[in-house]
């Protein structure tokens, strides 16, 4: 839809900033030459070649610009993970357009499945209840399910990677006893 837009505007240039939250989210230590050699950081070439380009525009990825990574990442070096792009959302919040600066940002995925997950809550909760009591598997006892799940929505990657992990587990017991495809010897 963005090529489109801009080909029909008749502009040749449009910015992204995939590779961003790399350098924006993650710790940086002082060791920082990954960030240079990490092909995400320096192209988005999937883009260009199948969308952009054949409708003459240029889809440009800003942080593959060498003087702006190597910028970036010497401001960030000493800073610690920012998830919410706290850092940057105060840095360059006289720069970049109010609507990324000052409204709540979560670096990651769940951003497309975090209404989903809140109006599944219920459900959710209530596999992992059958699952415990099923299993006795202490790390998805319902409460420790649940302190993960608000953590989820609470910007932690940890409890994120935690939760869909044991989520995925949840799930596949949950439809093996519903399809009467287990038992409890």
């Known amino acids: 839809m963005t090529a489109k837009w801009a080909a029909e505007n008749s502009i040749k240039y ?3 900033g995939i590779g961003f939250d790399s350098i924006l989210i993650d710790e940086v230590g002082t ?3 990954s960030y240079f050699f990490d092909p ?5 070439g999937w ?3 199948y969308v952009f380009r054949g409708l003459d525009v240029h889809y440009v990825n800003v942080a593959s610009l060498y003087s702006v990574l190597k910028t970036l990442i010497a ?4 800073e610690l993970e ?7 959302r105060k840095t360059f919040g006289n720069f970049i357009p109010y ?6 940002y979560k670096a990651s995925f769940g951003a497309v499945y975090d209404e989903g997950l809140q109006q599944a809550r219920n459900d959710i909760m209530e596999m992992c209840e059958f699952v415990y ?7 998805l006892s319902p409460s420790l399910m649940s302190a993960l799940f608000n953590g989820v929505r609470s910007y932690d990657h940890k409890a994120e990677f935690q939760f869909f992990a044991r989520l995925s587990y949840t799930n596949w017991v949950f439809q093996l006893n519903r399809l009467n495809l287990i038992t409890e010897d």
């Open 75 to 78: 401001m960030r070096v000493g």
């Open 82 to 88: 920012d998830p919410q792009k706290l850092w940057a």
């Open 40 to 44: 995400i950081n320096l192209d988005d």
């Open 47 to 49: 883009a260009n070649d």
């Open 14 to 16: 449009v910015l992204n």
């Open 99 to 104: 609507e990324l600066s000052r409204f709540s």
């Open 31 to 33: 060791s920082t030459d």
């Open 133 to 139: 009591d099923f299993t006795k598997i202490k790390e």
